[in-house]
């Protein structure tokens, strides 16, 4: 009977172990907010929702966020209300970031795009498609030719696009910005074309290119990713 108890005994000790081994393992928070909208006119309420953020140990109620309305701006104090609202004074391109926090600490970041435009019934350009590089395309000269095409925009307004680089999706940043100058294909899209030197060979890049209009609209392409040829 004794050596019963003390195998049963043992038993639960085991499972107990193996509870507490696997409650010990903390994930982090999942970061992800809204803007409403997120195109606006200078000084209008936006209002950046967070409801949505998750833990995998905590209830949401319990996670704090904090905002930073405006790159490299300081940080709201940490709290467990997860909205907020500000404005910009400015027409431009604002990229908001969210931390949240659990009660561990751990922390997650996102950072979306705010459009700040003089007139909110302007409407944007049409999204530009990649031409080249390819998706995916390797063996890439450390000088690129970058390529897309577009319908231009539906108020027949000017255009001007910059190229986003990086070597991860986060990372990527304007090389180029202003470029102006296009042709007319047979189809009547508008053809753009510009060489960049100085990428590093047996490294993949994400690129896009964003097109701007006088109104202060800002529209991405899709991202993609190319790699440079190895080095000799």
Known sequence: ???????????????????????????????????????AGVNQQILFDASA??????????????WSFIEDESFTPFSTSKTATHSYDQVGVYFPRLVVRDTYPLTDTITAMVVIVYDVNNKPPDIATIITPPNFEDYMKPTVIFGWKTKGDPEDDSLSFDIWVGRSIPSMAIIKSGIVDYYYDSNHFKNYYDTISGFQNDQSYYWKVAAKDPNGNYVFSETQIFYTEPAN
């Open 53 to 66: 953020v998750t833990d995998n140990e905590d209830p949401s109620d319990a996670l704090q966020v904090c």
């Open 1 to 39: 009977m004794n050596r019963f108890l003390l195998i049963a005994f043992a038993t639960m000790f085991l499972i107990s172990c193996e509870k507490d081994n696997s409650n010990s393992e903390n994930h982090l928070p999942k970061a992800t907010f809204i803007t409403n909208p997120s195109i």
